[in-house]
């Protein structure tokens, strides 16, 4: 299929000499020569040049016909309606009518323009039947011969160049022009452009397009940027493939505005990360499609194709006019984004392990700077020096101090993570975290309990009793939220609500009767990694090890299930089995971060949400972004609550609370957010 039809058959002599008298006819009946003034006197004659001849205007047009594409709208824009128009088949409704051009004449109250051939049959006894007294066809195929027997009837202006090549805003100039309204075009065009640049969307930017056409089979052409309904495209915020500017130089078809390339050369259209195009019907483009070289370009390969099957769009998005441009850029932009989606799909495995690789070289450049900041200032030699093993004594000490506090920093913001992208992946709740399930208020009722039965506990023994809470916790929440009759995730978040009021009762209730008890739980409460040493790692590497692998594990279930249950069902995944496992995996590494650090808020919240950003949706890659996000976020965290207030140390739950709660709220501003 062809972008327009340009060579036009002659007509028969015989034809040309009766339209000849007729129009003699008509003319004189509607013009008695000379200047005819309008209504208020003040018409001034206009004169344009086009590429087949001068048209001068002597009076203000009151039967306007149009011809091509484009012309009728701008007419209706500027305010008239002609008497006749080309007929446009491609995209018409039932009443032969294009649909913006019948529902604007219609909301008028006014005749709709009498239909008439066009193209190569060119009906000009219909157009002299029309007695017009302007002709506008600047964005037509009109030969000379037709040119010249229409212009004896009405003054004609016709294309400035070439035939069917204009650019949209120069046909509203024009038309505005012979109209004597060119004030009115000007703000014509202002609205047009500002339309275009308000359509532009963001996440398109840097994306490549090529817009191709086919004439059947074995065919191919790609239209240039100053076409319209590339620049359509381009308006939305996506770039014109710069090879097509090669390809203009090699394949130009004149009069289309296009490049008729060839099948054979469809490998230069490899780099286009979108294709746009139009069929005829499903048959044409089945037969299209089937074509292996044409199946072979990367992006119809990917499915990153645009193709609108709506004739009525395929016409209008194929013209920039006043009426056709606010319809379609409200249309066009559902049909785009699932291709876009497919492109974004196509790249983001090498974005996806760029950003790891930069996540992973950030976490380690974190620890090594964590063992060289503190509480005590130290110069950078001086560290080198105790880790070379010749540094001064206290020095020493000092910086062996801080190898745990890092190690064991990085695992607890590492399982916080994790647990909370998995928390969130299960409810599928944007504000989900560890916590939703009773895990840091569980850990802490149990602490509680310990330091009211034995007194002050110990580091071992808060970390067990942390443990053993968050565990007791999380069994009753899955024991009352399974036993409900409804299902589903629902119960379970209203379990763990139910679990964690209660809790928190029990908590006030021992810290307000027990000062004992009051003493040692305030410390603890806000979390900190003060202290810890690599013993806790022993303690907990069962369970933490076990967390990870679970994790990994459910990672293709956790992604059928954020398409929705009823679609994880179908496509083979127990949701049942994959939701347990995940609340299992989320509570071992929360319990496990809860034991050793205590409850540290905000880094499973915010931290998923991060990823989520980064990563997208597969949980494949969000979990393990999850592990060393997380680690970093945390080790970076306790950096600052070292060196903040030296020579005093705030603890690291301080820091996350302060630093996290506006992270989130800007990536909240920003949408960075999951839905």
């Known amino acids: 299929m062809s972008p327009q039809s340009t060579t036009l058959a002659p007509k028969r002599w015989i034809t040309i000499a009766a339209i000849g008298a007729a129009t003699a006819l008509a003319f004189s009946g509607c013009s008695g020569g000379g200047q005819q003034e309008s209504a208020d006197g003040d018409w001034e004659p206009v004169t344009i040049d086009s590429a087949l001849g001068t048209a001068t205007i002597e009076s203000e047009p009151e039967r306007i016909v149009t011809l091509g594409q484009g ?9 008239s309606t002609p008497v006749g128009m080309e007929e446009y088949p491609w995209g018409a409704d039932d009443t032969g009518y294009l649909p913006w051009i019948h529902e604007e004449v219609t909301e008028r109250g006014e005749e709709l323009p009498e239909l008439f051939t066009g193209g190569t049959e060119l009906d000009i006894e ?8 302007l002709i506008l066809a600047p964005w037509s195929g009109l030969t000379q011969e037709q040119y010249d027997l229409l212009a004896d009837i009405a003054p004609t202006v016709a294309y400035p160049e070439q035939p069917w090549t204009i650019e949209w805003d120069q046909q509203i100039e024009i038309i505005g022009q012979a109209m004597g309204q060119p004030e009115e075009a000007a703000e014509l065009i202002d609205d047009v452009e500002t339309q275009l640049a308000e359509a532009a969307v963001d996440e398109y930017e840097g994306l490549t397009f090529s817009y191709i056409y086919n004439n059947g089979p074995g065919t191919l052409g790609v239209f240039y940027p100053e076409e319209h309904r590339v620049a359509m495209v381009s308006a939305l915020g996506l770039t014109p493939d710069p ?10 078809e004149p009069g289309t505005q296009s490049a008729l390339i060839g099948l054979e050369n469809a490998d230069k259209l490899n780099d286009s990360d979108l294709i746009f195009t139009f069929y005829m019907d499903q048959a ?13 370009i990367p992006a119809i390969e990917q499915g990153a194709i645009v193709a609108a099957e ?32 497919n492109v974004e799909e196509k790249s983001r495995p090498m974005r996806r392990a760029l950003i790891m690789v930069a996540l992973t070289v950030l976490l380690g450049a974190t620890c090594i700077l964590s063992l060289f900041l503190g509480s005590r200032p130290n110069g950078v030699t001086e560290v080198v020096d105790v880790l070379a093993g010749h540094g001064e004594a206290h020095l020493a000490n000092v910086v062996e101090s801080r190898i745990p506090r890092t190690v064991m920093g990085a695992i607890v913001g590492a399982a916080l993570a994790v647990s909370g992208t998995l928390i969130q992946g299960i409810t599928r709740n944007p504000l989900g975290e560890p916590g939703i399930l009773g895990i840091g208020v569980g850990a802490s009722a149990s602490v509680v309990t310990g330091t009211a039965i034995f007194g002050a506990l110990g580091a071992t023994g808060t970390m067990g009793f942390a443990m053993l809470g968050a565990l007791i916790a999380v069994t009753i929440v899955l024991v009352l939220g399974g036993r409900s009759s409804a299902g589903g995730i629902v119960p379970l978040i209203l379990a763990g609500a139910v679990v964690t009021a209660v809790l928190y009762a029990y908590i006030n209730a021992m810290v307000l009767t027990m000062p004992q008890v009051f003493d040692s739980y305030r410390f603890w409460m806000v979390g900190s990694l003060a202290g810890v040493d690599m013993s806790r790692l022993g303690q907990t590497l069962v369970p933490l090890i076990s967390g990870f692998i679970l994790a990994l594990f459910i990672a293709r279930g956790m992604n059928a299930l954020a398409l929705g249950e009823e679609t994880a069902i179908s496509l083979g995944f127990r949701v049942g ?11 071992l590494l929360a319990a496990v971060a809860t034991a050793i650090a205590g409850p540290i808020s905000f880094i499973g919240l915010a931290v998923p949400h991060v990823i989520f950003a980064l990563m997208g949706e597969d949980f494949r890659w969000r979990i393990p972004a999850a592990l060393v996000g997380g680690a970093l976020a945390l080790v970076a965290a306790d950096i600052i609550a070292r060196v903040l207030i030296r020579p005093q140390e705030l603890m690291v739950g301080i820091v996350t609370a302060f630093i996290g709660a506006p992270f989130l709220l800007m990536a909240v501003r920003r949408g960075a957010v999951m839905k």
């Open 243 to 252: 090879v097509v500017e090669e390809l203009r130089a090699d394949f130009d």
């Open 284 to 296: 044409s483009r089945a037969e299209i499609e089937a074509q292996p070289l044409y199946a072979a």
């Open 577 to 587: 089995a994959t939701r347990l496992i995940g609340i299992i995996a989320a509570a």
């Open 71 to 79: 012309s009728t709208e701008t007419v209706l824009a500027l305010g």
């Open 310 to 341: 709506d004739q009525s769009l395929v016409t209008a998005s194929s013209m920039i006019t006043p009426l056709t441009v606010p319809s379609s850029l409200e249309r066009y932009k559902p049909l785009i984004d699932e291709p876009v989606a």
């Open 126 to 133: 219909a157009v002299v039947e029309l007695q017009p007294d």
